[in-house]
């Protein structure tokens, strides 16, 4: 692919998850009976693999336990959670002018790439986007390095002409670790210190910004 490619992460960039996010983890805490941190405690969660977020959250390695986590989770996201989510004000006109510039947008997501369709269609976000990647089921693809790097190989896309767009350290240490470079966006979870740590290139505070940002470091237009 030769136009400029921009990435983009799902929750906390496009759309802030939150609420669904949140509850999901309080439910499967509960069903194993485990206690509740708080949900300012659990919101740091947005972004990471489920698989690291439980192995923290019930302090285990046991795969087996991760796992009954995991399918707690999904038991209620896939009903519920995964629609208790908004999009970010200036997301759909960001999006919009960044097309207009020229560019190819694609979602690079560590949540499961059935759920991430499901969200995009269901909040009409879809249409921005020539394809959706992200993990499968069993935790495939679930590390942004991985990911990132299946992303160019299927797309052929060049990493001098790519960003990725993201509100965490996960999204930064992926897309560098193929030679992508990174924008961390502030209105998401991760935060200033977080993102420049992980080595972002640049930060954007918030949508709006954003097209100019990416057109003054890729040849748009």
């Given amino acids: 692919m030769t136009s400029p490619v921009v990435l983009f992460d799902l929750d906390g960039t496009l759309t802030d998850p939150r609420d669904g996010i949140v509850r999901c983890i309080d439910h499967a805490l509960t069903r194993l009976g485990y206690r509740n941190p708080g949900e300012d405690s659990l919101a740091k969660y947005i972004g990471p693999p489920l698989f690291s977020t439980?192995?923290?959250l019930l302090h285990t390695d046991d795969p087996s336990l991760i796992e009954t986590a995991i399918a707690a989770y999904r038991e209620r996201f896939s009903n519920v959670g995964m629609f208790e989510n908004r999009i970010y004000e200036g997301v759909p006109d960001a999006l919009e002018r960044l097309r207009s510039y020229g560019a190819t947008l694609?979602?690079?997501t560590s949540k499961p790439e059935v759920f991430a369709r499901r969200i995009l269609q269901?909040?009409?976000l879809n249409?921005?986007?020539k394809e959706v990647y992200g993990s499968k089921l069993d935790g495939t693809l679930s590390d942004k390095k991985d990911l990132v790097g299946h992303i160019l190989e299927r797309e052929r896309i060049s990493p001098t002409c790519s960003v990725m767009v993201g509100d965490?350290?996960?999204?930064?240490?992926g897309a560098k670790g193929n030679g992508v470079r990174a924008i961390g966006v502030l209105w998401g979870y991760g935060g200033r210190v977080e993102l420049e740590g992980a080595g972002a290139d640049w930060l954007c505070e918030a949508p709006s910004a954003?097209?100019?940002?990416?057109?003054?470091?890729?040849?748009?237009g």
């Fill in 54 to 56: 439980f192995r923290e």
């Fill in 106 to 108: 694609v979602v690079a």
């Fill in 127 to 129: 249409g921005w986007f």
């Fill in 122 to 124: 269901h909040f009409e």
């Fill in 168 to 173: 965490r350290e996960h999204d930064v240490v």
């Fill in 210 to 220: 954003l097209p100019g940002l990416v057109a003054s470091k890729l040849p748009l």
